[in-house]
Every structure is written in structure tokens, then in C-alpha cells.
């Protein structure tokens, strides 16, 4: 039995109510638009990236790493709460800070939530109070990425790289982003300050609590038949 309901691309079917934003190429919107998934009305814009269709069918967004992102509204789940972010990635050239997902009310401790790639290397960055994965990831490769945060009793940080736990740590203070207005009042997918992403992105779920190792194994499975290596 599955541990999740999920909705299958082009199937629109009840999703587990704890998914707050699902931004997939099954549901790409119109124009600038692009639709969420999770039934909870979070749609968002897109700032320069573009769709594209992969071999399987599915489209993906594609980034340039110039000024390409996608903007989508503040979602409360970052402050002082539990939340896991998913996202499938392919990185098109190695940079630095290569941004997945960012929410932000200040540049400072527990202030920014970054998760991107730094050098190659996952990141979960709550800046300064960080969890960097020891795994290099390859170019011109699909992965799908889970940064995990347990929220306050535990404050476990944890990463997992296709469905397997890759590393973890504890944070020594409490995620705080209460309206995101550094991130324009809202989140970034593909943009860390002036940092952009190149590349692909898919599949970005964000979760309100932090979903368990065997939920993230089942969702990777799940969503893999996609990016075939």
C-alpha cells in the first residue's frame, strides 16, 4: 500500500494533503503562468526560463543562469516548521552556487533558506548554520535531490540524492522565514540572490512536514521511469 497518494502526470487525482506546492510539467500552465499541482492555489511566474520536452514525453523547466526563475508565493511552511523540498535536477555547467530553491527575510543565520548545489555537492543552507553533502554530482546527469528539515524538537537536517539518505546534521537554531521578502514575498526556484541556475528543473514538491525515509524512496521510484539516465 502506498505510504502517499499520488497524482500521475495528466492524471488529476486527490494528492497527500501534506504537499503544499507541486510544480511539474504536467500541469505547465499558460504563458508566464505556471500551475500548482497540490490543489493549494500556489501558482507561480516565470521570469525568463522555458519549457522543454524530454524523450519521455515529460517537459521540464530550462534555465540559463543568466537571470532566468520562477517565482511562486510565500508558503509558511519555513518558519520554525518541519518541511522536506523535492526537486529532479540536471546540471548544465558547474558554478560556484547552483540554486534549486530559496526563502528568505534576511542575510543572515537561520534568515535564508538555500538548497542548490555548491561546486557540485548538495547544499542545505539555512545560512551559516548549513549541511553540505560529501557526494559530487555529475554534469549533464538527472538527479532527484530531497532536502529535509525535522523542525524544532529534532532540528535534523537531512539529505537524500535518488531516493537514498546521502548525509545529515543537526541545526544549531530554528529555520525562520515569515514572509519571505528578500525572495520578493514569495519563493525562488532556479535563483539564490543573484546566483541562477543552468540547467533543468522538474518535479519541485515542497512538503509541511518532514516526509519519512520510505515516503522518499516511493516518491523517487515513483517519478524515475521520467529521467532515464
Known amino acids: 500500500m502506498s505510504l502517499l497518494r499520488f497524482a500521475e502526470p495528466h492524471i488529476y487525482t486527490p494528492v497527500d494533503d501534506s504537499l503544499v506546492l507541486w510544480i511539474s510539467g504536467a500541469g505547465r500552465g499558460v504563458g508566464s503562468k505556471v500551475f500548482d ?3 493549494k492555489g500556489n501558482h ?4 525568463g526560463a522555458c519549457w522543454k520536452s524530454l524523450p519521455s514525453g515529460h ?7 543568466v537571470d532566468d526563475y520562477t517565482q511562486v508565493p510565500y508558503l509558511d511552511v519555513f518558519n520554525q516548521k518541519p ?7 540536471w546540471r548544465g555547467m558547474e558554478k560556484e552556487h547552483e ?3 530559496s526563502a528568505a527575510d534576511a542575510y543572515d ?6 538548497c542548490l548545489c555548491k561546486e557540485g555537492n548538495p547544499y542545505l ?3 551559516g548554520d548549513d549541511l553540505k553533502s560529501p557526494t559530487k554530482l555529475k554534469l549533464r546527469r538527472w538527479y532527484c ?3 529535509v528539515w525535522e523542525g524544532p524538537t529534532t532540528r535534523k537536517q537531512v539529505i537524500y540524492i535518488d531516493g537514498e539518505k546521502d548525509c545529515e546534521r543537526v541545526s544549531t537554531g530554528l529555520l525562520t522565514v515569515v514572509d519571505g521578502h528578500i525572495t520578493g514575498y514569495g519563493e525562488w526556484i532556479g535563483r539564490f540572490s543573484e546566483n541562477y541556475y543552468v540547467g533543468f528543473i522538474a518535479e519541485v514538491r515542497i512538503y509541511n512536514k518532514a516526509l519519512s525515509a520510505e515516503e522518499i524512496r516511493e516518491l523517487y521510484n515513483r517519478t524515475k521511469h521520467l529521467y532515464r539516465h
Open 109 to 114: 543565520t537561520d534568515r535564508y533558506l538555500h
Open 83 to 89: 518541511f522536506t523540498v523535492v526537486a529532479w535536477i
Open 125 to 127: 543552507g539555512f545560512w
Open 37 to 39: 499541482l497540490s490543489r
Open 59 to 65: 517537459s521540464v523547466l530550462s534555465f540559463d543562469g
Open 145 to 147: 535531490l530531497t532536502f
Open 44 to 47: 507561480g511566474t516565470i521570469y
Open 99 to 101: 540554486p534549486i530553491f
